[in-house]
């Protein structure tokens, strides 16, 4: 890692990470741009852009706090602060995003930085991002036909504070890490980043930054679509090898710990707004001003000139691909565990007392094609799940490797294989904070698009984590 990093000391590009953040632990914030502080070029090429919202009582204090103790580690340390009464606007990650990179990106302008050096980091509040990350976007950009077109994904991984929350929501994190580092194989590009993704500075401004609308509530994912509808499918997603190290959510107690990541859940699902938003932009449907009617583009045949070739082919999958993130969790379960055991309980009930259906009237015993289907049916249904386990066997062993080779782990800090008995706790986590949450969210996109701006409690050691 270290010749890696050797090879690049010298960058010519700024790096802009935006970190928003609504009544997150100061100290949290602190660990997070300290990590960013540590970097060789953070002095010379790093800015920090400190999104603040002014909903949240004392942020002005914090973010004074945060400002006076990196006053010295990076180039500029710029902080903005989203006012709460935007008309039009959904609150959230999204919204603060916005104008956090419109108001910091204008200064850095006004500044003199040029930007066609300028890359655009998005960062939760807890993400650990290493410089070796940071290098490889700039390998990833410098090596690129066009890398104005690209946004730079890595793979997410919950290691921090893992052995310190319910196996459930280890977990569920764990799973959704696999999910993510599978998207990101796509060799199409048409994939999504999760949480911390890089672009540059030219295409967000081409876009028009991100969105801010009840559509636009699951910013990571929705600044994809955008950029890829709004170039006309010239925009891909560039994965980068480097793991971006977060926080599982933990609070004070068991079960108040399960009810924050059923909270964080639910924010996470109501992600499910770009269903509608991507099959309207693949179908070329755009809403008319007045918010109530949307009409049939003609296609621009100037834009069509610099279109990628195969666009018509790339909208198709992306739509498949963000139906397969959102219609998924909500059907899986139940499919797996309410359809599947009530068809069993129907045709072929315990006991005669609660039959329903009259053994002369059951299609399974009295056709042989149906017979057939059914026992097809209970075959995939039994080999269904495989997938995913051998998904999870490859992040099982990626996690040792990644602790031992980038954090320098000692074997007892990171998941042996003891830890298989928290997949015993893997239908309790795929029902509480995947099947009911996505389910919710789904049924309340239909009568009411926006939801209150909820962030889920996180506790932090700040002296546990120097140690």
């Not at 495989?386 to 782990?409: N, Q, S």
């Amino acid at each position: 890692m270290e010749a890696s990093l050797k090879l690049y000391e010298d960058s010519h590009f700024y790096h802009a990470f935006i970190v928003p953040n609504y009544a997150e632990p100061e100290a949290l914030l602190r660990d997070t741009i300290k990590r960013l502080a540590n970097h060789r070029n953070a002095q010379t090429n790093y800015i920090i852009i400190l999104a603040m919202e002014a909903s949240e009582a004392g942020h002005e204090a914090k973010a004074a706090n945060l400002a006076s103790y990196f006053k010295d580690s990076f180039l500029h340390f710029i902080v903005t602060s989203h006012p709460s009464d935007i008309p039009g606007e959904s609150r959230g990650k999204g919204s603060n995003v916005a104008w956090a990179a419109r108001t910091g990106c204008a200064e850095l302008i006004q500044r003199g930085v040029d930007r066609r050096r300028v890359i655009l980091t998005v960062s939760d509040s807890d993400s650990s991002i290493s410089e070796l990350y940071i290098k490889e976007v700039e390998k990833s950009f410098s090596q690129a036909d066009d890398p104005y077109f690209l946004l730079f994904a890595p793979p997410i991984f919950f290691s921090r504070n893992a052995h310190e929350v319910p196996a459930c929501v280890r977990m569920t994190d764990i799973t959704w890490s696999a999910m993510v580092m599978s998207n990101l194989s796509n060799s199409r590009g048409i994939a999504f980043p999760c949480s911390t993704y890089s672009l540059s500075l030219v295409l967000a401004e081409r876009v028009g930054y991100w969105d801010t609308d009840a559509d636009s509530v699951g910013e990571d994912m929705h600044m994809m679509l955008k950029c890829f509808f709004k170039t006309d499918g010239l925009a891909r997603c560039a994965p980068i090898y480097v793991p971006i190290n977060l926080t599982n959510v933990q609070t004070n107690g068991y079960l108040s710990n399960m009810y924050a990541r059923y909270v964080q859940a639910k924010r996470h699902y109501n992600g499910v707004a770009d269903v509608s938003y991507c099959l309207r932009s693949a179908a070329g449907i755009k809403d008319l001003p007045n918010g109530k009617q949307s009409v049939l583009l003609q296609h621009d045949k100037k834009a069509s000139l610099y279109a990628s070739p195969h666009f018509w082919f790339d909208k198709l999958l992306m739509c498949l691909k963000v139906l397969e993130a959102h219609m998924i969790p909500c059907t899986s379960g139940w499919l797996m565990f309410a359809a599947v055991p009530l068809t069993q309980f129907i045709l072929f009930p315990p006991h005669p007392m609660v039959a329903i259906v009259e053994p002369a009237d059951n299609p399974i015993l009295t056709s042989d094609f149906y017979a057939t289907l059914w026992n097809i049916v209970k075959i995939i249904t039994l080999f269904l799940p495989l997938p995913l386990f051998g998904t999870l066997a490859i992040y099982e062993h990626l996690h040792r490797v990644v602790d031992r080779e980038m954090y320098h782990k000692a074997h007892t800090e990171s998941r042996t294989w003891k830890n298989v008995l928290d997949y015993i706790s893997l239908p309790i986590a795929a029902w509480m904070f995947m099947t009911i949450p996505s389910t919710i969210a789904c049924i309340k996109r239909l009568y009411r698009p926006t939801d209150q701006y909820i962030v889920s409690e996180k506790f932090f050691d700040e002296d546990a984590e120097d140690v």
